[in-house]
């Protein structure tokens, strides 16, 4: 297996993957997602994909074997205040992180976790940042991720804007 970072011509499978994740932990909450949601998101993220990764602002990897692509990731450059651990106004926001069923368990998505921390690394990047799935947490944590207890978030629905 190797990891390599993707190009636009792999936006397809990213999406895929993409797509994918999200019915899956979904489904293992005993939820499931409308199938024009599930379109419209993927098309939402293949636009962003489109947008965003030839200038840098997003970057991706594939994990190949036999050229076939079998797990992805990426991270998306989002600007936030600076810290004072951090003065930094970068952080990275790791996302989309992705292994076929048929490949699970063959360190695929903590290989691509490792790359996108090492790019972080190699753009002075010191925050990294990501909503982690139940089936992804441990790869995390063994990466050296952990919870904020004091993070928290609201989402707007469409009507609350007055």
């Not at 998101?41 to 489109?50: C, D, N, Q, W």
């Amino acid at each position: 297996m190797i990891i390599e970072s993707a190009g636009l011509a792999d936006i397809p499978v990213l999406c895929r993957h993409h797509r994918k994740m999200f019915l899956e932990m979904w489904a293992l909450k005993g939820l499931s997602i409308d199938d024009a949601r599930v379109q419209a998101v993927e098309a939402a993220y293949r636009e962003k994909l489109e947008q965003e990764m030839p200038d840098g602002r997003c970057r991706a990897w594939v994990a190949k074997t036999d050229r076939q692509i079998i797990a992805s990731g990426a991270m998306s450059l989002v600007s936030l205040v600076p810290v004072p651990g951090d003065l930094n106004r970068f952080v990275a926001y790791l996302h989309s992180i992705y292994t076929d069923s048929s490949h699970r368990h063959q360190q695929c998505a903590r290989k691509v976790v490792e790359r996108a921390i090492r790019e972080c690394r190699a753009l002075g990047i010191r925050r990294v940042l990501l909503n982690a799935s139940d089936a992804g947490r441990r790869i995390y944590e063994q990466a050296g991720f952990c919870a904020l207890p004091d993070a928290i978030r609201l989402f707007l629905d469409d009507d609350d804007d007055g």
